[in-house]
């Protein structure tokens, strides 16, 4: 098409007229070409610019799960323990924070174990700790003096009133098997005794006959 213009141009105005109009069509596509590359580099730009769709930091999209993590290691850190003392025939005496439901074989583990001579025999292991307990392992040949809260002279070994059976209750002086089985029950009701002198809150158990096992009862 063109081509036809320009033989129509030449046959018409001569041949200069057809060498100019060469050139200018030459330009022209010059021109075109120039265009068409400005505008491809211009479009690659375009898509550069995407990138800017994902601004949001990925911190930021993740704060609210540390967060959670953070609640979560606080409520652990809240979890119940229990503080009990460790004394007697064991490696390390001393306080203790364990978690609420361990055993006296906790607390003995926790303060180091066991002392070569420690005397295991009046001690219940399985017994579930309270806050606030004291855990005395006793030596052999231990009398109740040494225990602590003895009358002076040598005696059988204490009896921890938290943990001992019907049998055992029944062998102290004064308490019959009535009165046994009412210990267990009121411990079982109320929870555990905090100090020896919380036996009084059991009936059938008054002043005269706790100053009898004062000596030979602890918690």
Known sequence: MAQERVRRV???????????????????????????MVLAGAGGGVMIERASEDEVPAAEDGAPGEGDTEADAGEVAEASTVVVHVDGAVASAGVYELAEGARVADAVESAGGFLEGADTTSLNLAAPLSDGEKVHVPVVGEDVEESGTGTGGAGPSMVDINTASVEELDALPGVGEATARAIVEDRETNGPFSTPEDLMRVSGIGEKKFAKLEGLIRV
């Open 10 to 36: 030449a046959r018409r105005y001569g041949a200069g007229a057809r060498v100019a109009v060469l050139v200018a069509l030459a330009c022209l596509l010059a021109g075109l070409a120039v265009a068409g």
